[in-house]
């Protein structure tokens, strides 16, 4: 079995030079554990440390977050019970994304909306053709899942290499539901925005029904810790929200 590396813990959220604006709503974290209440998946690529409800709830408010979005962390796997538990005690100021596979009962996922829950997470981010996080759900999946997820109104995420778009990008535009991606598709800043499947991504975005998530500077540029290299292409997929 391969031991799954350990992360470093979370730093302490400060409050930014420039202020977010008003109701500004953080997209993408997860909370994790405690471990002995909440342990994680025996099948997992990473190791975190606990990283509770506390610490986020704190990060939003150094940074001047009003609101914020949980995601189901894969270390976790496919129990939902430590993200949708963060739902329950801030359900005014948080909503989540979950990870279901077609295997469970389509009716769990209403279940799951009460607390917050607004989104389904599909893994299809693959590295040499093998899946890159284990106990990520397949886009296939999505397809099974599609009516609940209209019926309730919730819209789909998806962590995918945008070298990937050009080959799925109509079969994610046919499911007729809202998409969001996740990490700018994890672009490496030094392709540039010209290759196909950044331009398969904006045109998605350009025809209204897809979305993207702009957190991980580290997983697109090189130049840490603020990662200038990785600004143009940030600013680039910028352009459709400003001039939207």
Known sequence: MTIAPPCLPAREGTRPEVAPPQ????????VFGSAHRFPNA????????DAPLEKNVA????????????????????DNAAMLGALT??????????????????????????PGARALRFNDFFRGGQSHYRGGVPQTAAQT????????????????????????????????????????????????????????????VDEGWCWGKLPGAHRTGQQAPDYPDARPSRRRWLEPIRSG
């Open 23 to 30: 109701n500004a709503c953080d997209t993408h974290a997860h």
């Open 42 to 49: 025996e099948d997992r690529s990473y190791k975190p440390p």
């Open 59 to 78: 990060m939003l408010d150094a940074v001047g977050f009003a609101r914020g979005v949980l995601l189901q962390g894969s270390a976790h796997g496919r």
């Open 89 to 114: 005690r801030q359900p005014d100021r948080l909503r989540g994304v979950a990870v279901m596979g077609s295997d469970m009962p389509p009716e769990t996922l209403h279940d799951w909306n009460w």
């Open 145 to 204: 899942l599609a009516p609940v997820i209209a019926e309730l109104g919730w819209h789909l995420q998806f962590w995918i290499d945008v070298r990937d778009l050009p080959d799925t990008i109509l079969t994610l535009k046919q499911l007729g539901l809202p998409v969001v991606i996740d990490h700018m598709g994890r672009i490496d800043a030094r392709a540039g925005i010209e290759t196909d499947g950044v331009q398969s991504r904006l045109g998605a």
